[in-house]
């Protein structure tokens, strides 16, 4: 491979809109949920209804009975036939968590722990069954809350465990007493995240498949990592690697939710395997409520120290973070922590630290790896804290904000946290961000509008985003998730382009961008390449989508394919040509001169010669026009990117609606492959943290009973309730890899939700109100403007 040759030659950068749009808008989407297969089976489950209890009695002998009921399984007859998971991972010192099996045995741990399995000809007859199984409850006190959690007279919330605490962590730099000792300002806060979910569009969802005769497993699933499920089936039910394939098609939004192992598909799997015929489960709302992983669900104390000049000296952070009864597996439910607690007053010149982690369980559902892992918790600390000393000082929130991000001549640079940074741009971000707004406007007619009665805030956000994450992510903890991506490219005998490539597709562009970057290195059109995704059996095998790394992982790795490919298409025609590879370029589906771009011969033609008479080529020319290429990060532990984003709101101080006006965004992803996608990643992530924000919360009663399960109760953002969004770009490459792109995908989450929290406090300073619990519902808006109360998941509860 040619090093020399620059990333792009013009189809990376430009618009395009995604390959598979028309496909979908013409209702041709393949989902799991549209798969059919001969004699395939449903199910549904016996789900506990209350958060703790013991199993007295549970006979399934009525529902065997039921018309079109299969089998009937309880834990005595599925469990034995998978080996249990532990989420671990060595990296977390001192973690524990309690080994994990497909049905409750015993005890149940949280309301919508599966009990009983029922597999029958339709889900509706699978369903009615469910109701028929005698299922009787001992209830036992659940542990619900931080306080709770953290008591040592209170039992732990699985067996097996000595206490409540999953794992804990202490970040101290050797500066910082003598930081806050000697501080000028200190400002403080007590912050609460509340849990939320993902709402996708696709449910989770199933299909396994098990033929006795090859002794193959093959599961169709609704993932983003389809090889990551291999090793898990495989390893847990006793098969070959090669004898376990996951095929994942479509996919209708995952968000992270999608990644982690769940009991049901587990269940489906072990089902297949002894019925000998295809086993599907697709989760309805409501068990999708109870049963898909919760994101955030994070309390925390911080306080921040500056210096007479608005300088950060330090930060202090205390969170406890509860998850559910179990970490999550494989990936843990500890890295959502992990990551907040160490990435916050990443932004700024801070240069001490001192942190403290507490993941704790509880009897509810698992929280674990949600969109922008970590970061909207340790933004909105860091914002609101920064925002409140600038009003104490009296200093502009984009001055105090200028006065502290790391400098863009200062890298490569450490956070306090220990991230190592490679290169960011918070100076140019803050200041497009500045004029973009016409911010002095802005403020002018804030000023005016507030004589009128009329309350509007202005907020900022600054934010760093973890993206191309390396082996040191999981590979160290010792979890089998691969930190590569590998890529198949491929001329075909008519002179198109196949790639089979291992990063999957959500309905993120994955398919688009990667046609990009193969045409880009062939000289072809996007619509000329051809890129399958999610199927282990054609795909080669990879980490996917997780983490921002699609474009900035598997594209690096489609590229240097690409460039291999080409290198072997140049060669053959220079053989045909009887000239130099050096001479030739592919330009136009074409063999082309270099210096004067005049075809000399088509791909199609090249294609037809290599593949039907490589015998008229000279001896030893290696006539084969297939690649195969894997690529793994090994400099920088992650391709970190940052921005800023900034809200523009209006608050009824009557009733407490908030009224978004508009939001802005200014962000640095490395390279831009294609501005289109990238723009429209930003915007739905910016949606989601608004949700988050605004409207979105599960509510648990004091029992651990959900009380919102369905979207009748459980408010996600409409359209209606969008502002309009205004995205500005800098592109400062990674010199990681050739193409120099990062990831985006989380970036518009990691910090709308912080922006929207000043601009309410912004709004509301004339009042003395401040929030700092998410969501900031009209109830909680009207409690700090001193009007009603507001009960929630406010402080420790």
């Not at 069954?129 to 005698?134: G, K, M, N, S």
């Not at 918790?377 to 790391?406: G, H, K, S, W, Y």
């Amino acid at each position: 491979m040619r090093a020399d040759r620059p990333a792009s030659s013009g189809h990376i950068g430009r618009a395009t809109r995604r390959q598979n749009a028309l496909r979908h808008l013409a209702g041709r989407g393949q989902y799991v949920t549209d798969l059919q297969l001969p004699r395939m089976l449903h199910a549904a489950f016996l789900r506990s209804p209350m958060a703790r209890g013991k199993i007295v009695a549970l006979d399934t002998a009525d529902a065997l009975a039921m018309p079109g009921v299969v089998a009937v399984y309880t834990a005595a007859d599925l469990n034995p036939k998978c080996q249990p998971w532990t989420s671990h991972l060595d990296h977390f010192a001192g973690m524990v968590s309690a080994p994990q099996n497909i049905l409750a045995e015993g005890e149940v741990l949280w309301a919508g722990h599966p009990v009983a399995m029922v597999v029958a000809h339709s889900r509706a007859e699978a369903e009615d069954a469910c109701e028929v199984i005698l299922f009787d409850l001992e209830e036992m006190p659940p542990v619900c809350g931080v306080e709770a959690a953290m008591d040592p007279q209170t039992a732990p919330a699985a067996p097996g465990l000595e206490n409540n605490i999953c794992f804990r962590n202490t970040l101290k730099t050797a500066g910082f007493d003598a930081a806050f000792a000697r501080a000028s300002h200190v400002v403080e806060g007590t912050y609460a995240s509340g849990r939320h979910t993902a709402v996708t569009l696709e449910p989770r969802a199933i299909v396994a498949d098990y033929d006795p005769a090859a002794r193959q497993l093959t599961v169709h699933h609704g993932t983003q990592t389809p090889f990551q499920f291999q090793d898990i089936y495989a390893r847990h039910f006793g098969l070959p690697d090669n004898k376990v394939r996951v095929i994942a098609p479509d996919v209708g939004g995952s968000f992270g939710m999608k990644l982690h192992l769940y009991n049901e598909e587990m269940a489906a799997v072990a089902a297949a395997m002894a019925l000998h015929r295809p086993v599907r489960f697709v989760a309805d709302r409501l068990e999708s409520f109870l049963t898909d992983i919760h994101a955030r669900d994070h309390h925390v104390k911080a306080r921040m120290a500056l210096d007479d000049d608005g300088a950060i000296l330090a930060m202090e952070v205390e969170d406890h973070a509860p998850i559910g009864a179990f970490s999550a597996y494989p990936r843990t439910s500890v890295v959502e922590g992990n990551q907040a607690f160490r990435l916050m007053g990443a932004p700024y010149q801070m240069a001490d630290y001192h942190g403290r982690l507490t993941v704790l369980f509880q009897n509810k559902v698992q929280t674990s790896q949600y969109r922008a892992v970590g970061h909207p918790v340790a933004c909105m600390v860091t914002e609101e804290l920064l925002d409140q000393a600038a009003r104490e000082m009296n200093i502009d929130p984009f001055e105090i904000r200028a006065r502290n991000v790391l400098r863009d001549d200062s890298y490569p640079c450490a956070s306090a946290t220990g991230y190592r940074f490679e290169k960011l741009s918070h100076e140019k971000c803050l200041q497009k961000l500045h004029d973009m707004m016409d911010y002095d406007t802005l403020r002018q007619e804030q000023a005016a509008l507030r004589q009128k009665g009329i309350h509007r805030g202005i907020g900022l956000a600054t934010f760093v985003e973890i993206t191309n994450p390396g082996a040191a992510f999981y590979g160290v903890g010792g979890a089998r998730i691969s930190a590569q991506d590998g890529a198949i490219v491929r001329l075909t005998p008519g002179g198109e382009v196949h790639c089979a490539i291992s990063v999957t597709e959500q309905g993120q562009g994955t398919e688009t961008i990667i046609a990009q970057i193969v045409a880009d290195q062939l000289g072809v059109a996007p619509e000329q390449v051809k890129v399958t995704t999610g199927d282990t059996d054609a795909t080669p095998s990879g980490g996917a989508t997780w983490a921002c790394r699609g474009a900035g992982i598997g594209g690096e790795t489609a590229l240097r394919a690409g460039r291999d490919l080409a290198d072997k298409i140049t060669a053959i025609a220079a053989g045909i040509l009887q000239t130099t590879p050096d001479r030739l370029a592919l330009r136009n589906g074409a063999v082309v001169e270099a210096e004067t771009g005049t075809e000399r011969l088509s791909l199609a033609e090249l294609g037809r010669i290599a593949t039907y008479r490589p015998d008229t080529l000279p001896q030893g020319l290696d006539t084969s026009l297939t690649v195969a290429r894997h690529f793994a990060p090994s400099g920088f532990p992650f391709g970190f990117t940052n921005g800023i984003q900034a809200s523009l709101v209006e608050v009824d101080v009557e009733t407490g609606l908030v009224k978004l006006l508009k939001h802005w965004v200014v962000e640095d992803c490395g390279r831009i492959i294609n501005p289109l996608l990238v723009d429209e990643q930003i915007r739905g992530g910016v949606v989601q943290g608004l949700g988050a924000a605004l409207f979105e919360e599960c509510l648990y009663d004091e029992n651990g009973q959900l009380l919102n399960g369905s979207l009748a109760d459980y408010l996600v953002p409409m359209a209606c309730e969008m502002p309009d969004m205004e995205i500005g770009h800098v592109e400062t490459p990674t010199e990681d890899t050739l193409l120099g792109a990062k990831g985006v995908g989380e970036a518009g989450t990691a910090a709308s939700g912080a922006a929207v929290m000043n601009a309410i406090n912004d709004a509301l300073a004339p009042f003395g109100a401040r929030l700092t619990t998410t969501p900031m519902t009209p109830a909680r808006v009207l409690a700090a403007l001193g009007v009603g109360t507001q009960k929630g998941n406010d402080e420790w509860n």
